[in-house]
């Protein structure tokens, strides 16, 4: 229900970002002090508001702030919201100015303009509907996050009009609006708040908040376990398990199966919200029996992210440009995962991750014949006529049913929460050098964890069986912890017979380990110079 008062005295400013009514001032108006007619009762998540002789009642949350506020309908909008309405027929702006002798004026009337039918929005990052004065968070790209109010959607595409917490109202992309509290690749916690946080709004038990809160001292043999997970790039235990039963890692590992210790980074980076319904199993399979070699069919999808993420450079000036996505493709015969880094989402990007992708099939001695995508990027034009091009076939989703899509959805899930893990335990552990900006590392590391290290029964892996080749052994003694500190031997002394640096100077220098080469052998590493911020094998 809808109260609406005239409250003498009390003044609306516009341009003040703050216009707070008090409640002894409105128990004055009411003339209710006497009985405590108007008050406010708080809580810890929830106030009770109370008015007009104890008449009217209501409940409200607190917001963001803990602070119990309840916005009203005040102000001149709803005046100017009328104005716009009628100026549509009604014409009375003033073309002269004022002058001293009386002029007439006259009244234009316009004709009713035609209907015009607005096209339904959707979010494709957020899986609730969004309506007007909705509370979200909003991303500026530079590693900022702030709550604003939803004031709805232009006339330009994906842009949608939000108003900040001191009044303004800006114009973002719908890629930066997420709902409070929204898991993400780059909500990072990285202090103990924003730790409380997350247990606060349920998405850690609260029994595994307790072990962690209470930690116990390992033994040697957990440990070991833990250093293993740690430099595997967080795998999971089962799979570690998996690994040292076939001889890849140390056997005694397995004596940690009925007592594995607790990762924090992952209790936090893979935490999410139960489901409390399922669907039912769908007919038919994406996967189709026709689809015996690798390249017969994969799956194609992007991931966006509103931080901006690293762009590596070997030399030169760095850059002002960064990644804002990438292109995610899964084949459907050896699960083998390729992910592109994109600067942009644009038509020309997305063609290029997927010519990217078919010279990795054809290095592999396949080609690619089959896409299932999602609609939108997928379903241009210029997209289609290079399936056409290459004599490859491709279907779609329906609106809105990405789980016809499922096998890169999954897979789009898994290296996310992966890559949060793997950047929430480098920010806690080194937080004056790791940032959410390393977010392209982490998912690069974490394409190569799938396909090096998710061992079979059979004891093969996705990159085995898309090469074609026996794993019999998989380097496990070249991986080491993402992110952590690596020390370089200062390059006056790596030369035989040089001087070397002055006696009593560092002979090495910190440099962060970032992964892999993709261009070198297999053990060789890419690591960051903190000084010149360039990247080097």
């Given amino acids: 229900d809808q109260h609406q008062y005239d409250i003498a005295g009390a003044l609306y400013d516009p341009e003040s970002p703050f216009n707070l009514l008090g409640i002894p001032f409105l128990s004055k108006h009411f003339n209710d002090a006497k009985n405590n007619g108007t008050r406010i009762t708080s809580g810890a998540y929830q106030s009770t508001f109370v008015w007009d002789h104890g008449e009217n009642e209501r409940t409200f949350q607190h917001g963001v702030d803990c602070l119990p506020t309840l916005q009203v309908n005040v102000g001149n909008s709803y005046y100017k919201a009328f104005c716009t309405r009628l100026s549509k027929f009604y014409n009375d702006h003033i073309k002269f100015g004022f002058r001293a002798e009386t002029k007439s004026l006259s009244v234009q009337f316009k004709d009713p303009p035609a209907p015009v039918k607005l096209k339904k929005r959707k979010f494709s990052n957020i899986d609730v509907d969004i309506c007007k004065g909705m509370e979200l968070s909003y991303k500026d790209g530079e590693g900022n996050c702030a709550p604003v109010v939803y004031e709805g959607p232009t006339n330009r595409g994906n842009m ?84 040292a039963s076939k001889g890849f890692l140390p056997k005694e590992l397995l004596k940690c199966k009925d007592n594995v210790p607790k990762c924090v980074a992952c209790e936090f980076g893979t935490a999410h919200r139960r489901p409390w319904r399922f669907k039912g199993k769908q007919s038919g399979s994406i996967r189709k029996e026709k689809q015996v070699k690798p390249g017969d069919g994969q799956s194609i999808d992007q991931i966006v992210s509103a931080q901006p993420g690293l762009i590596p450079q070997m030399s030169g000036f760095l850059t002002s440009e960064r990644y804002f996505g990438a292109t995610t493709i899964v084949d459907h015969v ?38 299932q995508a999602d609609n939108g990027r997928f379903a241009d034009k210029g997209f289609q006529d290079d399936c056409d091009a290459h004599d490859q076939t491709i279907s779609y989703c329906g609106v809105g049913a990405h789980h016809q899509n499922g096998i890169v959805e999954s897979k789009n899930k898994v290296l996310t929460q992966g890559a949060r893990t793997m950047l929430l335990h480098g920010i806690r552990m080194w937080p004056e050098m790791i940032t959410a900006m390393f977010w392209p590392f982490a998912l690069k590391a974490m394409a190569e964890r799938m396909n090096r290290l998710h061992v079979h029964l059979d004891g093969s892996t996705p990159e085995s069986r898309f090469y074609g080749i026996c794993g019999e052994s998989i380097p496990v003694g070249s991986y080491h912890t993402l992110f952590c500190p690596v020390y370089v031997l200062d390059a006056r002394a790596q030369n035989e017979g040089a001087m070397g640096p002055p006696k009593w100077e560092p002979r090495a220098r910190i440099g962060v380990y970032l992964g892999h080469s993709p261009f070198h052998a297999g053990s060789v590493a890419l690591v960051l110079n903190p000084t010149t911020g360039l990247v080097s094998p």
């Fill in 160 to 243: 949608h009009e939000v108003k900040q917490a001191d009044g303004t109202t800006i114009t973002v992309d719908e890629s930066q609006l997420l709902k409070l509290h929204q898991p993400d690749l780059t909500n990072v916690p990285t202090t103990p708040l924003d730790y409380q946080k997350e247990i606060l709004h349920g998405y850690l038990p609260a029994e595994d908040a307790i072990n962690l809160a209470r930690p116990r001292t390992l033994s040697p043999i957990q440990q070991s376990l833990m250093d293993w997970h740690h430099r595997l790039y967080h795998l999971q235990f089962r799979r570690i398990f998996m690994l």
């Fill in 334 to 371: 050896t699960d083998y995962v390729y992910v592109h880094l994109m600067r942009n989402l644009s038509l020309e990007e997305t063609i290029k991750s997927k010519r990217a992708w078919e010279k990795i099939l054809h290095d592999a001695g396949h080609t690619a014949k089959h896409y």
